[in-house]
């Protein structure tokens, strides 16, 4: 049986020092609207595409902005043996799009409610 942990998409992490600038080009670069934040492997938050347009470039200021200025604790995770079907029940119940994926504090992936639903109707 396929689990969370198998449809989750590796995304590049953030460093708590890195600009907003370039958590954007992650973004941009890779197809998602949230960015983990990471110490190492461990997430410490996210950043999303609202607090980036609202807390770093609406300002002017993207090129001063720091990723850990705008982090965020993500409303929802999701655990990798978890079956797309639970998730993406919990996923719609929030309103969520797109779920970052943990094993205890190690970051794994973002898992997109389209690619669950996908992956259930195949």
């Known amino acids: ?12 992490p953030s ?6 600038a370039e958590a954007a080009a992650t973004m941009k670069n890779e197809n998602v ?5 990471c ?7 996210i950043v999303t595409d609202r607090a980036i347009a609202v807390g770093g470039f609406a300002d002017n200021q993207a090129g001063m902005t720091k990723v850990e200025e705008l982090l965020e604790k993500p409303s929802m995770t999701l655990a990798p043996d978890m079956k797309p079907e639970q998730a993406a029940e919990l996923m719609n119940a929030s309103r969520l799009t797109e ?24």
């Open 33 to 37: 609207t949230i960015v983990p934040v």
């Open 99 to 122: 779920v970052i994926v943990v094993d205890g504090d190690r970051f794994v992936g973002i898992v997109s409610y389209f690619h669950l639903k996908e992956k259930i109707n195949a």
């Open 39 to 45: 110490d190492g492997e461990n997430l410490v938050g």
């Open 15 to 20: 460093k708590p020092s890195d600009s907003v």
């Open 1 to 12: 049986m396929v689990s969370v942990g198998d449809i989750a998409k590796y995304v590049t």
